[in-house]
């Protein structure tokens, strides 16, 4: 009698729904939605403007969206599937960040040179926060959110910002036009793709300073990190492919073709799916993460930017 209890509470219970990636398309102003367990396009939100940057709450019920005609950091309701909010962050926004804990999200404002934080519990801008670095692109946490990466187009440094203190203290020379960033889950290092050098640049995190530098692609430029923290993928602009470093040798053990002018990727909570922004191709590619093989090419809308996965 037990084991039948049993039984038809296990059948009882409903299976976990797979994903959905979310791909900001900058030049036909909508969102993508894509169902990972199937990966087909199962809806396409109108947005407006021009989506670039992207995260989503941990909770999965808002994504965040910075859109740079506007200068305003869109909020998507996801049940609902329509912008329910904007909140002014300055002019031409790009990349976003959010903690862990998504308590913050950070925008890289590209004119006005800086970071703005906004507290997700009551969304508007709290404050700004300057950069050396001319034309910021991404601002990405620290695993422990103490730390911002912040990469320009118009720079060879990472801006580190001290979130508590509100103030960028230390600056780590890389390559020239550094774009990507990724750290491995333990924070103990940062991958940064350097676009006009096709290097990636490995940061000591405790220390603030490169340890190791590693050739990539032509035009290297996003970086996802594997959950398991055993590989680093870089997209290569320039080539049309995905590199596959591997975080123990430190050295690249597998490049995948993808479409043009590949961009900016997410992995799938499990690591067995990498989604891939090819800019060019008005598509995503999708990479086994496990095997280093492409699985399929999805049709998208007009310059996909990135992808957010949740």
């Known amino acids: 009698m037990k084991t039948l209890i049993a039984g038809l509470f296990l059948c009882a219970a409903p299976a976990l729904a797979a994903p959905f990636a979310y791909v900001s398309n900058e030049k036909s102003g909508t969102v993508s939605v894509i169902d990972t367990a199937n990966d087909k396009v199962v809806a396409t939100l109108n947005t407006g403007g021009k989506p670039r940057g992207s995260v989503a709450s941990p909770d999965g019920a808002r994504l965040y969206l910075s859109d740079q005609p506007s200068g305003a950091l869109l909020v998507v309701d996801l049940a609902k599937r329509e912008v329910s909010g904007r909140i002014p962050v300055g002019k031409s926004p790009e990349g976003v960040g959010i903690s862990r804990d998504g308590a913050w999200i950070a925008v890289a404002v590209e004119e006005n040179n800086s970071i703005a934080l906004v507290r997700t519990a009551e969304p508007r801008e709290v404050f700004s926060i300057a950069v050396s670095g001319k034309n910021p692109e991404h601002a990405v946490f620290s695993p422990d959110g103490k730390w911002l990466y912040v990469s320009a187009e118009d720079g060879a440094v990472v801006d580190i910002i001290d979130v508590a203190g509100r103030k960028a203290v230390r600056q780590v020379k890389v390559g020239e036009r550094p774009r990507g960033i990724g750290f491995l889950p333990d924070g103990s290092r940062a991958y940064v793709a350097a676009e006009n050098s096709d290097r990636v640049y490995v940061i000591d995190c405790a220390r603030f300073e490169v340890i190791t530098v590693i050739p990539a692609g032509k035009r290297s430029n996003g970086v996802a990190v594997r959950p398991d923290g055993k590989f680093v993928f870089v997209s290569n602009g320039g080539d049309a492919s995905v590199s596959a470093i591997d975080v ?49 090419d999805i049709a998208v809308g007009e310059l996909p930017w990135g992808v957010v996965v949740r």
């Open 248 to 296: 123990a040798s430190g050295k690249i053990t597998a490049t995948i073709p993808v479409g043009q002018r590949p961009w900016n990727m997410a992995l799938t909570p499990d690591g067995k799916k990498l989604y891939v922004a090819n800019g060019r191709s008005n598509s995503v590619s999708v990479i086994d993460a496990e095997t280093m093989t492409k699985i399929r």
